[in-house]
């Protein structure tokens, strides 16, 4: 482990852990007042997007904010970078200006790779998506989530609906998460299927044939082309978004024939065990992935991931930047009392 | 060096005996144990490997149009430092060379250069579009003598097109080079297609998009009862096409590069651009399925497929770099690490493998001769005792590109002689 975070797959079972548990202490900062920690004051921090995620770069924004760092919006739109700057020279431009921890988005697998392994800048390097590789901090977000509501009771079970637990030091051992969608395409299914299984869950993907990469037999996972089958054994199903724009590749015919095959509604959604929940990466395609009924039931998460969120990207931002060698030596999490005297 | 005479004492021919060989005005005077030429400037090979220079069938020059990458001058001299004394200079110029005049030009430039001779490769299709035959005729009879035609870079994937290429350039004893790949399984592909691409989430470049348009392609031949060449084959699959189409007798020869005879697709996990190239790297079945097909003459010859690029189109993400590698003054290393020193071919091999096969596929004259009395000069020494890591800043090539960088790799280029004139001496260009 190292002072960058760019796939799920470098994460060791405690790492994954550690990162959860310091958000759990991120998410009760939220709960107060003053949602603020002094802890990287006089840090900057450039969130550098070559692709347009307003959702994803205003996660960032508010957790190096919440932490007191300097923050940076750097997007490649109507930016030198629209006029050929290569990727090399921006670095070298942030690294100049003293950035010390860049959160990148870009449309090319390896990018954030390449930023870390290059030579070009000196500062940490945070993965916010790239190409169709990796999204480690989504899939953070996402395991805190379900630790929450599937390890969150008192008995390190599933809090039954009763909203989000606490599953402090806890890991999802034994959980069945099933993610449905493009797989072929989905980050956010790379890096989940890393962290879940690290984190000591079954992953089940389930996708038409078309949209689920050659090569995926070399994944610890499972793979279905069934939804019905999979469903009552699931205590997480995760739908992605498919964009409609993937019928014209021949992926699948129609999107009213993927949503009847693979899109989640009210009567397969009672298929599922009771405890289990949906969740939904964002944004929804309603009517397509997942129907009106599903999205805003009570086992919906997406709202709840999108607050998460921000908490793991607080949690990232201070062990990587807190000079905490996560992974060798267990970074303190921040103690209530210092944080006390500092809001005061 | 106006030299013209010149006594290589102690060279083993082909990995045989120690012999002397005495150059004389451009052509092998004389071969025996122990020659003696009171006027001759003397080389000591010291138990070196005498080849036939060596014939590349696939160059990228760069020149016209690219010349911050390559010109003929600095891609002949890459030429010579790796033992090379005849290459093929591929039609993916700007402009493209799908006319008389631009293959006269880059013709011009090789005997200027003088360290290499250059036969200008023409373009099937004009502007390599794919759309209309270029003036494959004009190209045969103007002074560069094409005989080789490739769309390379581009699959002349209409088979309408192919068939006509195939036919028309019968008339003239031409071949097709063709650059397997079709090209709606490749949209956006950026490495093969498997496990590593899988987990990188790298678009994938599948072994059928190869294989299919090869075994299309030994069909058409077959049918029009044309010769085809394969450039740069890749895959296991394509190998056993390959091996069927000559089983029938039919008119196929193929080419590997030496990086598919010794990387991976598991190079690709670095996301070090350097790594790209067009096809892309395979797995290491292909990777041993090849080399056995290049030991058993399936595959008829090594190609370099030296595609020298400027820095900045490596020094950038995956996606955004350039695909292709330099491989002139590697070429030789990689062949003795991968096929002689694995015992998979021995020199004779290798000489027939570098020089006389793809001499022959480009009817080329003068080269990939036996090492013999009234043979033009054009050889090649060889030490392969040598073990040293490749240091691309010490390349003649204009570009760095390469996949080896620090890598330790066997054997060593002493000495080149183009018709009788050393073009390297001691290692060093002349």
Same mark, same amino acid.
């Given at each position: ?34 949602? %603020? ?18 959702? =994803?770069?205003? +996660? ?14 750097? +997007? ?48 940490? #390097?945070?993965?916010? *998506? ?37 599953? =402090? ?63 009552? %054994?699931?205590?997480? #199903? ?58 805003? +039931? ?28 996560? *992974? ?17 | ?19 002397? !060989? ?93 360290? /290499? ?156 651009? !350097? ?25 008829? /010859? ?32 990689? !062949? ?95």
């Amino acid at each position: 482990m190292n002072r960058h975070l760019i796939s799920a797959a470098d994460l060791t079972r405690d790492d994954a852990v550690l990162f959860l548990d310091t958000a759990e202490e991120m998410a009760r900062v939220a709960d107060r007042p003053i949602k %603020k920690l002094p802890t990287l004051r006089g840090r900057t921090v450039v969130n550098l997007f070559f692709e347009d995620s307003t959702r =994803t770069r205003i +996660s960032f924004e508010a957790a190096a904010k919440r932490l007191s760092a300097d923050v940076i919006n750097f +997007s490649a739109k109507g930016s030198s970078v629209s006029k050929g700057e290569s990727l090399k020279d921006t670095a070298l431009t942030l690294e100049a200006m003293g950035a010390d921890a860049v959160v990148i988005r870009h449309h090319d697998s390896g990018a954030p790779h390449r930023l870390a392994t290059s030579g070009w800048i000196g500062g940490s #390097v945070v993965n916010a *998506g790239d190409g169709t590789h990796e999204h480690p901090t989504q899939a953070l977000l996402d395991a805190f989530t379900m630790r929450r509501h599937l390890a969150g009771a008192a008995d390190g079970g599933p809090t039954h609906h009763r909203g989000p637990g606490d599953g =402090t030091g806890r890991d999802l051992a034994g959980r069945r998460i099933t993610i449905v969608g493009d797989i072929l395409h989905s980050r956010v299914a790379r890096s989940n299927v890393h962290l879940l299984t690290t984190l000591g869950a079954h992953v089940t993907l389930v996708a038409p044939p078309t949209l689920v990469p050659i090569g995926v037999g070399q994944w610890p996972c499972e793979v279905s082309y069934d939804l019905d089958a999979v469903l009552p %054994k699931s205590d997480a #199903v995760m739908m992605l978004r498919v964009q409609r724009e993937r019928m014209n590749a021949a992926f699948f015919p129609t999107e009213r024939e993927y949503a009847r095959r693979y899109g989640l509604h009210g009567e397969r959604m009672a298929k599922m065990p009771d405890h289990a929940i949906v969740m939904h990466p964002g944004p929804m395609n309603r009517g397509m992935e997942i129907t009106a009924e599903v999205a805003d +039931s009570v086992r919906c998460t997406a709202v709840e991931q999108v607050a998460n969120g921000v908490s793991i990207r607080m949690a990232v931002l201070y062990l990587l930047l807190g000079g905490a060698a996560f *992974g060798s030596t267990p970074a303190p999490a921040p103690s209530t009392t210092a944080r006390t005297e500092e809001n005061t | 060096m106006t030299m013209s005479k010149i006594l290589i004492r102690g060279a083993r021919p082909l990995g045989g005996e120690p012999r002397d !060989v005495l150059i004389d005005a451009g052509t092998i005077a004389a071969v025996g144990p122990a020659l003696e030429a009171a006027d001759a400037q003397i080389v000591e090979a010291d138990g070196q490997i005498l080849l036939p220079g060596l014939v590349d069938l696939h160059t990228h020059l760069r020149e016209p149009g690219r010349e911050d990458s390559e010109t003929v001058l600095t891609g002949t001299k890459a030429a010579a430092v790796g033992g090379f004394t005849a290459v093929h200079a591929m039609a993916n110029t700007f402009p493209v060379a799908d006319t008389a005049g631009v293959v006269e030009q880059v013709w011009r430039l090789g005997k200027e250069s003088g360290y /290499c001779d250059v036969q200008p490769v023409g373009a099937v299709t004009v502007g390599l579009a794919g759309k209309q035959l270029a003036e494959l005729g004009a190209m045969h009879d103007s002074a560069a003598g094409v005989r080789v035609f490739s769309d390379d870079g581009k699959c002349v994937d209409d088979a309408v097109i192919m068939r006509r290429a195939l036919e028309y350039v019968k008339a003239f004893d031409g071949v097709v080079a063709q650059h397997a790949q079709e090209p709606r399984l490749t949209e956006g592909a950026q490495m093969n297609e498997g496990a590593v691409s899988a987990e990188l989430g790298l678009g994938g470049w599948p072994a059928v998009a190869e294989e299919s348009i090869i075994a299309r392609d030994v069909l058409l031949a077959a049918h029009v009862g044309s010769r085809v060449h394969i450039c740069h084959l890749s895959t296991a699959g394509s190998v056993e096409i390959v091996r069927w189409a000559k089983s029938k007798g039919w008119h196929v020869t193929a080419e590997v590069t030496p990086h598919h005879l010794l990387l991976t697709d598991e190079l690709v996990r670095s996301y070090n651009p !350097v790594y790209k190239v067009n096809p892309p790297l395979r797995t290491e079945a292909d990777v041993l399925a090849l080399r056995e097909a290049l030991a058993d003459g399936t595959i008829d /010859c090594v190609a370099t497929d030296h595609a020298p690029h400027p820095h900045e189109d490596k020094d950038c993400e995956w996606g955004a770099a350039a695909m292709g590698m330099v491989g002139l003054e590697t070429a030789l290393s990689v !062949v003795q690490h991968t096929m002689v020193d694995t015992g998979l071919l021995d020199w004779p091999g290798v000489a027939d493998r570098m020089s006389a096969r793809p001499a022959a596929i480009g009817r080329l004259r003068g080269h990939g001769r036996p090492i013999a009395v009234g043979e033009p000069a054009n050889l090649t020494l060889l030490d392969s005792a040598y073990r040293g890591a490749v240091d691309p800043a010490g390349f003649a090539s204009r570009s760095r590109n390469t996949p080896y960088e620090g890598r330790e790799l066997p054997g060593r280029v002493t000495h080149t002689f183009l018709r009788g004139r050393a073009t390297v001496m001691d290692g060093k260009l002349t």
